[in-house]
């Protein structure tokens, strides 16, 4: 009889072992390749929602924040600051903030905001990613022209805002900066990064 169908039971158990050792080796190999793959804590921590005390913020004054590594601004608008936002309404592209895409449906109003005096923008700009200059003084104070309503100036190619985010006519940005899902924890501390359905 021959003895090339029978495998030794010796060669039989050390190919197993091998065979074994190999899935280990290999998994053990693949672990780090695969944690290189998942977001690590600091990138988690880059996009969790941000929580803000806004009882600091005097009338007038801007805070920024960094959510998701981009500057969110935080302004407290004065009376005058609201009234502007009536009267500069035929010099913007879109007053009324009708793509969807710039601001949560609770941000779609005339002052883009939750509660009126309170702005919450991201400040960047919508033409190419430049971040706009704060030029809040209305008037030639700002350096922007007598007839200057206050708001937002990207010095790169001349966009402007007005006190709303809300882009000028005649200028390269194409629509107004964005304003994030955001909600009220209490009336003093805003979550950036959450809106009130909880959606991000």
């Not at 941000?107 to 919450?120: D, G, H, Y």
């Not at 704060?134 to 402007?160: I, M, N, T, V, Y």
Request: proline residues 9%; hydrophobic residues 40%.
């Amino acid at each position: 009889m021959s003895d090339e169908g029978v495998v030794d039971p010796r060669r039989r158990r050390l190919l197993i072992i091998t065979t074994g050792l190999g899935v280990v080796g290999a998994a053990f190999a693949a672990t780090p390749f695969v944690k290189s793959m998942m977001p690590s804590a600091r990138a988690k921590a880059a996009g969790a929602p941000v929580e803000v005390d806004i009882s600091r913020i005097e009338p007038g004054q801007l805070l920024t924040v960094e959510w998701r590594g981009q500057p969110v601004w935080i302004l407290r608008r004065t009376p005058e600051m609201l009234n502007s936002l009536k009267e500069d309404v035929s010099l913007l592209v879109d007053p009324d903030s009708h793509v969807d895409s710039q601001q949560p449906k609770y941000a779609q109003n005339p002052t883009r905001s939750i509660k009126p005096e309170v702005l919450v923008l991201v400040g960047i700009c919508t033409h190419l990613g430049c971040s706009p200059e704060r030029r809040l003084e209305a008037g030639s104070e700002s350096g922007l022209g007598s007839d200057w309503p206050g708001g937002f100036f990207c010095p790169c190619h001349g966009s402007k805002f007005d006190l709303a985010g809300r882009v000028f006519k005649n200028v390269p940005a194409p629509i107004n900066l964005r304003v994030p899902p955001h909600r009220y924890v209490v009336d003093t501390r805003i979550l950036i990064g959450v809106d009130q359905k909880g959606a991000a």
